[in-house]
């Protein structure tokens, strides 16, 4: 059974840093495109960040700069380091599994970022 768990979530100024964890279990995280995806309220899931099983990453506009996303093979976890964040941040983070045609989905970890 695959599960993902996402951890590493809360409440944090703005400009502050969050890491985001994906703990996998089920699949291994090296074998997938290990995507992390964010849905803010009243918004539309979007991709953040992704990391291709060759190590390759992918960037979206809001995440450039400022979010790093790994992977630790051993520990079959996936992170997403988040640096610089502002309010537009704030949003459910969602991590995401993908070996076509399968994909799976955490529950999501609640990022607010706020003064």
């Known amino acids: 059974q695959v599960q993902l768990v996402e951890s590493g979530g809360g409440l944090v100024q703005p400009g502050g840093s969050l890491r985001l964890s994906c703990a996998a279990s089920?699949?291994?995280?090296?074998?997938?495109?290990m995507g992390w995806y964010r849905q803010a309220l009243g918004k539309q899931r979007e991709m953040v960040a992704a990391i291709t099983s060759g190590g390759r990453t992918i960037y979206k506009d809001p995440a450039k700069g400022r979010f790093t996303i790994s992977r630790d093979d051993a520990k079959n976890t996936v992170y997403l380091q988040m640096n610089s964040l502002k309010p537009e941040d704030t949003a459910v983070y969602y991590c995401n599994a993908l070996y076509e045609p399968n994909s799976y989905w955490g529950q999501g970890t609640q990022v607010i970022v706020s003064s």
């Open positions: 089920g699949l291994s995280v090296s074998i997938y495109v």
